[in-house]
């Protein structure tokens, strides 16, 4: 079966330092794969997602992740945090009309 | 972008009652929209899945007489928690699936927080 790991549970960045948050997969086939952030109390929204391609992909808010078939991972990373960018951040992945698999997320706080 | 919304976005109910809680797609139509609970810092759970115009596909695990999903039409799709109790107490999200294939994505509604007492 599929499964998603995010090995951080909680990551503590000052605000201007770069980020990366890990993300690995198991799956027979490369997965879509997808970053969202969630605010307290908000839902999802979709940073960036990956299904063929470029392994490195753009997404909102400054985000970037790159896809690395041999290490079956989907780091996400950013070169400068803002105080804003404090939230919890979901990696999933998912197949053609499969449902997605959600990872235990890493909750990011950002110090001053 | 894809917009979804849920109504209502916080609810307080008593034990015992049922909760109706809607999603819809505002800027699009979906056929397929999904159903997810969340604990308090945990990820989320699926449910189920709401396919329009057909019956609502459920998780192992989650009881379909208490979850009553409904899809009537391609932009809205309603979770009735019918008799609630304290445990249902939870933040339910809900998304809607866009495109299909390689550019198949979901988007997310801001997710509806129920307090049973």
């Known amino acids: 079966a599929q499964s998603v790991t995010q090995p951080d549970i909680h990551i503590t960045v000052s605000e201007g330092a770069s980020l990366e948050l890990r993300c690995n997969y198991s799956y027979g086939a490369t997965p879509y794969l997808f970053w969202y952030v969630q605010s307290p109390g908000q839902g999802l929204q979709l940073l960036l997602k990956?299904?063929?391609?470029?392994?490195l992909v753009q997404g909102i808010k400054g985000f970037e992740a790159e896809f690395k078939r041999s290490q079956s991972s989907f780091n996400l990373r950013k070169p400068s945090v803002h105080w804003s960018d404090a939230a919890e951040y979901f990696c999933a992945v998912g197949f053609g009309n499969e449902k997605l698999t959600f990872g235990t997320g890493t909750r990011l706080t950002i110090i001053p | 972008g894809a917009v979804v919304s849920q109504h209502p976005s916080r609810v307080i109910c008593k034990s015992g009652t049922s909760v109706k809680i809607e999603c819809r797609s505002l800027?699009?139509?979906?056929?397929?929209m999904f159903w997810y609970r969340q604990f308090p810092k945990q990820s989320l759970m699926l449910m189920a899945t709401s396919n329009e115009g057909s019956k609502a596909t459920y998780e192992q695990g989650v009881e379909k007489d208490k979850f009553l999903i409904n899809h009537a039409s391609l932009t809205l799709s309603t979770l009735t928690v019918t008799s609630a109790h304290p445990e249902d107490s939870s933040f339910y999200i809900c998304?809607?699936?866009?495109?299909?294939?390689?550019?198949?994505?979901?988007?997310f509604g801001p997710g509806t927080r129920l307090l049973v007492l």
């Open positions: 990956y299904f063929s391609g470029d392994t």
């Open positions: 800027d699009f139509q979906a056929t397929t």
């Open positions: 998304s809607a699936r866009v495109g299909g294939g390689v550019r198949e994505t979901q988007y």
